[in-house]
């Protein structure tokens, strides 16, 4: 589904990624660890189509067809979706309406009718009770004053909302108590079909005791060091980022 | 001849047209004589700093229309607020216009300022309020005393709401090559009273305008007046708006300033105090592009203990428009336990667009909360990445950014139809179609 060759890609002058090769097939949960400013998230905004990184050199594609020119909506129009490690505020505007228009913009640029009123509000009534979302909570401006936790548990909304190909969640368990942890981690678990295809981004290996991964890869200085299997992450948990540094600069 | 040596001459032409021997005639010629020394401010006068008249004042500027003009309803339909019923004191190239208005005399008068200054059963009031609360000192206050013949007068007495809102309107018919008019209003609102205002300028034509306009508001005790200014001119009109607001114990005021359009606009909006426990809103939205000038200059005068005050000043900036926004804070000795709070957002869409903010506070009293919050910033680039991230384009993206930005001060107006107007009119200077109501 994901195929990222050869990526190379900076902001300014500063070189990030330095040659990440990627493959994600459909149904399949990977993770991708790695220390702080290893490029991580560079990496999830590039996917997603952030222009202020510039891809110096390779090709990321999203089912064949090549994502490098299109712009961050349509990349979100062909399935991609990014769950923000910081979601932004928008005083102003309402989580509903917010979903409705993203919705509707979506399917009118795949060519769909809009989606009828009725049909919306039962598909938010649902999607927000299966993360346990308090309805009072929908109609309050997007992300304005929403705690950590309920920021991210927006984002998966939203992402329950939007029924994504390719889902990449950017540190979502950052800021996350257990029982937060659980919900989120229990909401993606049951959006997962062999459709479509999960990355999870994160620092500790947490989250992953939740959403299992198919396999783990270690992102080092702007080059994915190690792969293996969920194994990987528990190795990591005992051994620390301090044994991949130590092994690269041996 | 200069604008200035003009209009010292027409006011002798004008004596000949009034009565000479009243005591509204002394405050003319006084209010003359202050012009005459004072001229027409400068970017030298402090409070004109970021607004120059100059290239305005070169235009040849009748003074006296020479005929009267007509206008068809169905043409300027689209500017009154049609959708509900409403008082309506018309005005065309600065003379009334009977057809066009629906005035009243039932329980409360919505009427012309006309007969105000000159029948003697307003004598009374007009003693008691005309020129009253207006600054005598300033200069364009004063060239519009001189001339003040015509205007809408509206009087609610004690106690009563008015039954619907009264639209004071304002139309150049553009048949002269440039026109100064210099409307006068005064609203007296009484005790326990209610009353909804909108005011609007609207040239119907490119010939250059200018409107230099005095509006005095006299709010008694517990009154509650909402005054809406909407200001989305063509790019020939200039509009210099003084509006003066005294304000008795327990009263609520709240004037709201939606600056569009037009070449350039000066608002000056002055609140005085003189009653406890008050409250004053002052709020504006201001969008606009191409070369358009927008200044609003703002005083409130704390003078009473238990007041509040509130300021809300949102402007969005294309092209190479200019804002301006100076809001003066006064906080006397004597006007203890003041809220008084002023905020100046403004996003700037363009690097050739400006705007200049300067928040003055003077306290005096020891015992006050006041802030001031003025941020100068593009759209929020990241919050843009996220809504894209989702979806939705570029274009929607930054407009419904943009409503969001306006949408306090949109939530503040009472009157449903005209919140759904402005609304419309936002949209449509963004340039999209939203499908929701925000």
Not at chain 2, 52 to 76: C, G, M, R, Y
Not at chain 2, 182 to 204: A, F
Not at chain 2, 255 to 275: A, D, E, I, M, Q
Request: hydrophobic share 35%; aromatic share 8%; glycine share 6%.
């Amino acid at each position: 589904m994901l195929s990222i060759k050869n990526l190379h890609a900076s902001i300014g002058d500063k070189e990030i990624l330095k040659g990440i090769n990627l493959e994600v097939k459909a149904g399949e949960i990977h993770a991708i660890m790695g220390p702080n400013g290893a490029g991580k998230s560079t990496l999830a905004s590039i996917i997603a189509g952030n222009e202020n990184y510039e891809v110096t050199e390779g090709e990321i594609s999203l089912d064949g067809e090549d994502l490098s020119e299109l712009a961050p909506e349509e990349r979100a129009h062909k399935g991609v979706f990014l769950s923000f490690q910081y979601p932004v505020e928008i005083p102003g505007v309402s989580v509903t309406n917010f979903m409705r228009t993203a919705i509707n913009e979506t399917r009118k640029a795949n060519g769909q009718e809009e989606m009828p009123a009725n049909e919306m509000l039962k598909v938010i009534r649902e999607k927000s009770e299966l993360l346990e979302i308090d309805r009072k909570f929908l109609s309050r401006s997007l992300n304005e004053g929403f705690s950590g936790g309920e920021k991210k548990r927006n984002e998966i909304f939203q992402m329950a909302m939007l029924e994504p190909k390719l889902a990449i969640l950017d540190e979502t368990d950052s800021g996350l108590d257990i029982d937060a942890l659980r919900i989120v981690a229990n909401g993606v678990n049951k959006l997962k079909s062999d459709k479509n295809a999960i990355v999870v981004i994160t620092h500790y290996q947490r989250l992953l005791d939740y959403i299992v991964p198919d396999f783990v890869h270690v992102l080092y200085n702007g080059k994915i060091v190690k792969s293996g299997g969920k194994e990987l992450a528990h190795e990591l948990e005992e051994k620390g980022y301090d044994w991949i540094k130590q092994e690269q600069e041996a | 001849m200069e604008l200035k040596e003009k209009l010292l001459s027409s006011f002798m032409a004008f004596e000949e047209r009034v009565d000479v021997h009243s005591e509204l005639h002394d405050v003319r010629t006084a209010a003359i004589k202050n012009f005459e020394n004072k001229g027409f401010p400068t970017k030298k006068d402090e409070a004109w700093k970021y607004t120059s008249l100059n290239a305005i004042l070169k235009n040849d500027f009748t003074v006296f229309p020479k005929q009267e003009n007509a206008v068809e309803f169905n043409h300027v339909k689209k500017y009154f607020l049609h959708e509900i019923d409403t008082y309506k004191v018309v005005f065309i190239d600065g003379v009334f216009s009977s057809h066009l208005s629906s005035t009243t005399h039932e329980g409360i008068d919505v009427c012309l300022m006309s007969s105000a200054l000159t029948k003697p059963k307003y004598k009374m009031v007009i003693d008691t309020y005309f020129n009253q609360i207006a600054n005598k000192d300033e200069s364009l206050t004063s060239l519009n005393t001189a001339f003040a013949i015509e205007g809408a007068y509206i009087n609610i007495p004690k106690s009563k709401v008015a039954d619907k809102p009264i639209e004071i309107m304002y139309f150049s018919t553009g048949n002269e090559a440039a026109l100064l008019v210099q409307p006068r209003n005064l609203v007296i609102v009484g005790e326990n009273s209610h009353v909804q205002i909108i005011e609007r300028h609207q040239s119907l034509n490119e010939n250059p305008v200018l409107t230099n306009s005095v509006t005095e508001i006299f709010a008694q005790k517990r009154a509650i007046v909402d005054y809406y200014k909407i200001q989305n001119d063509t790019l020939e009109a200039n509009l210099i708006d003084n509006t003066y607001v005294s304000q008795q114990k327990e009263s609520h005021v709240s004037v709201h300033t939606f600056s569009f359009g037009g070449n350039l606009t000066r608002n000056n909006l002055n609140f005085y105090h003189f009653g406890e426990r008050l409250t004053s809103t002052l709020n504006g939205i201001t969008i606009i592009g191409e070369k358009q000038h927008v200044d609003h200059y703002t005083l409130v005068k704390h003078s009473a203990p238990n007041c509040e005050s509130f300021q809300d000043y949102k402007g969005i900036y294309a092209d190479r428009s200019t804002g301006v926004f100076n809001g003066k804070v006064y906080v006397e000795k004597d006007a203890q336990k003041t809220n008084a709070f002023q905020k100046s957002n403004n996003i700037l869409l363009s690097d050739k667009a400006t705007i200049n903010a300067k928040p003055q506070l003077e306290i005096f009293a020891d015992d006050v909360k006041c802030s001031h919050g003025c941020t100068v910033g593009q759209l929020d680039e990241t919050a843009m990445f996220y809504m894209q991230q989702r979806g939705i384009p570029k274009k929607e993206a930054k407009a419904l950014l943009m409503y969001a930005f306006s949408n306090a001060v949109i939530e503040n107006i009472k009157i449903p139809e005209l919140k759904q107007r402005i609304t419309k009119i936002i949209a449509t200077k963004l340039g999209v179609k939203l499908g929701f109501d925000l």
